[in-house]
């Protein structure tokens, strides 16, 4: 079945660590996003990308680094610039631009101890 | 600036009855608007997408209204089952070059009591 696969579903990470979250697609899409979920929050936009090795940050990138050298595969660091990454991650692919219904991959769940 | 509200924030209803759930949109030029049901833990999934010139349109049990004119939907969700217990998202895509912004509501929480 075509469909997002993120990995892990959940993390634990002590603070000062880098983590990279994985985002994989077999439904072809030509883009992918990440998204940050806080509760009481809606969706805010990480990093994006169109195309392959093209990346363009979202409105809360800072702390964020990804890339994009596969069309299938778009994974998300967390770095220990990210003052607040304690969040769930999501990950959503489509085809074309934003304009098409978003696919959602299940989620991953980071918690910094 | 594109804000996207609902309401209410959080809702319990009892099991085989219906609900409205709210949907006020600033979001400008619109392009569609979407609805999603996200699980708890889990990643949101496409209920319905309107566009400008759609009124109304049904999936299942599910049934969404676009009023383009006053910036409002609604999302009816008829003879509620318990599996409907669900964070209910409202998505307003914005026109652009290239890229769609979309702008995402804060969701309206369902709990189907049995």
């Known amino acids: 079945d075509g469909g997002i696969t993120q990995s892990p579903k959940y993390l634990f990470r002590k603070e000062g660590q880098n983590v990279t979250l994985s985002c994989e697609q077999n439904l072809n899409h030509d883009a992918m996003y990440w998204y940050r979920q806080d509760p009481g929050q809606g969706l805010r936009l990480i990093y994006y990308?169109?195309?392959?090795?093209?990346?363009q940050k979202g409105d809360i990138a800072e702390g964020y680094s990804v890339s994009r050298e596969k069309k299938e595969s778009f994974p998300l660091t967390v770095t220990s610039a990210q003052k607040n990454p304690t969040a769930f991650y999501l990950c959503?692919?489509?085809?074309?631009?934003?304009?098409?219904?978003?696919?959602f991959g299940a989620g991953s769940r980071l918690t910094v101890l | 600036k594109n804000q996207v509200e609902q309401s209410p924030q959080s809702l319990i209803i009892l099991e085989g009855k219906n609900c409205t759930l709210q949907c006020n949109y600033t979001v400008s030029p619109f392009s569609n608007l979407r609805w999603y049901k996200q699980d708890t833990g889990r990643g949101p999934v496409s209920l319905t997408i309107m566009t400008f010139s759609e009124n109304t349109k049904s999936n299942g049990r599910y049934t969404a209204t676009l009023d383009a004119d006053t910036k409002q939907s609604s999302l009816h969700i008829t003879a509620s089952q318990l599996s409907d217990s669900a964070s209910y998202i409202c998505?307003?895509?914005?026109?652009?070059?290239?890229?769609?912004?979309?702008?995402f509501g804060k969701g309206t929480m369902l709990l189907v009591s049995p």
């Open positions: 998505v307003v895509s914005a026109r652009g070059t290239g890229y769609s912004t979309l702008t």
């Open positions: 959503a692919s489509t085809m074309g631009s934003g304009a098409n219904v978003l696919t």
């Open positions: 990308s169109q195309i392959v090795n093209d990346f």
